[in-house]
């Protein structure tokens, strides 16, 4: 029994099912997917976007391969571009489009090569480092002193798992603008400054660097739901049950097997199962299971959905937008831009300047928007914004979000050359077409604790007490965590549902 359709449940469920045993999967919404769907959110507009998680970086191909799943990434030329003012002029950072020509945009921002040759050394580190640790992720939870071995590059170790990641980026750039887009790979998602002792921007930092070996985020051709329906049709080829409009209200177990009372729009049911995996928060699962939940963990982001009619014109006129826009578009994300904007919102204010970033997700794949939209040149356009946790939006989520959309999009505005406005597309009834979901917002739709895109803080991927072999162990012995919320969780990856697959495979193998 799998209670959750998120993309990890449904990795766990085809895992299984494939493997020979008899699953069913609880999904309390009327469809799959959790935090990776794709919809239609524009009334009357033919845009499917990727509502909530929109680019894959940590989903090993391994798993792709496994399961036999039609489902294709591809690949963004642009890495990303970060606009600036320099001697009052507009200018901007370009990485991306081959070697010679990200040196020569670190040159035209910084004039000189340093900050370039800087940037290389630093992920030529993190790369290595990516070779070694992605592979681990799908084997069983190797201890910290395994892990540091196959690192086997002290200055890495120590720059990545030891100390505060600030203190390398200060170390080895110089430029403000340089340290910034450096650090925001460990703030996605994470509320945290580059200094903080406990580490969970390092954490995030690592989660942001390793995927597939190489920190490569690519576009899900498609859209994020082709991904959770390739998995839904593979658990399904296979042999699993999937039952949606079914949410788990308790489970019992002794140990060895388990009863789920569920419920339906048609009153309530229960089920026995061997084992009990479950996808939904490690929050949820304490209350099923009766248990004392863990520390809430708090989630710190703004995203937002565009339609647009057109691209809206640069300030800097060097770069053209249908590249700058094609990486992820940094803004306000300066490295003291950053720390003030923490600083703001850990004194329980809104950041006067948000950070966020954007990508377009139609440019690398217009499979996306109706043969009419591609025709007429609209284009998507996907924001994510840091720093402003849940407990911000508690005295009034609606005007809270309405003010902060604005102010993160005059953030925006100060490069452009014509106000993103004049470039929404509106939807059937006129409106503009622009969705924004607050922390609050996804934790009332998504069920995400606290509106923690993760479940909860990232996790080192290493055994730590009372990690058990897999990272998904419970305290019951036959209920297991397989969503984001087990160790090596978050993002998508479908490395928690492969692992909790296996957990069971081995526990009733032979
Ligand atoms: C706005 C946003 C942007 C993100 N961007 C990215 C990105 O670009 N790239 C990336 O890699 N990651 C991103 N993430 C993170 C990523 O989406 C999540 O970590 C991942 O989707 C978690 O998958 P999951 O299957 O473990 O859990 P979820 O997607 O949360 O699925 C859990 C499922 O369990 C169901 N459920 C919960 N309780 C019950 C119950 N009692 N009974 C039955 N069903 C239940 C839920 O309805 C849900 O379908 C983003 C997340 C958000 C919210």
Known sequence: MIVGGGHNGLVAAAYLARAGRSVLVLERLDHTGGAAVSTRPFVGVDARLSRYSYLVSLLPSKIVRDLGLSFRIGPRTISSYTPAERAGRPTGLLVGGGEARTR????RLTGSDREYESWQRFYGMSGRVAERVFPTLTEPLPTRDELRRRVDDDEAWRTLFEEPIGVAIEDRFADDLVRGVVL?????????????????????FLYHVIGGGTGAWDVPVGGMGALTDA???AARDAGADIATGHEAVRIDTDGRTAQITYRTPDGEGVAAARHVLVNAS????AELTGDTPPAPAEGAQLKVNMLLKRLPRLRDEAVDPREAFSGTFHIAEGYRQLATAHAQAAAGELPAAPPSEIYCHSLTDPTILGPDLVEQGYQTLTLFGLHTPARLFDRDNDAVREELLKSTLAQLDAHLAEPLADCLATDADGRPCIEAKTPLDLERDLRLP???IFHRELSWPYAQEGTGRWGVETRHANVLLCGAGAVRGGGVSGVPGHNAAMA???ATAG
């Open 104 to 107: 020569e945009a670190f040159a």
């Open 184 to 204: 925001t790979d460990a703030l996605i998602g994470t509320f945290a400054d580059a200094h903080d002792p406990a580490l969970p921007q390092n954490r995030c």
């Open 231 to 233: 998995l839904a049709a």
């Open 282 to 285: 490690p929050q949820a699962l």
């Open 450 to 452: 606290g509106g923690n």
């Open 504 to 506: 069971v495979l081995e």
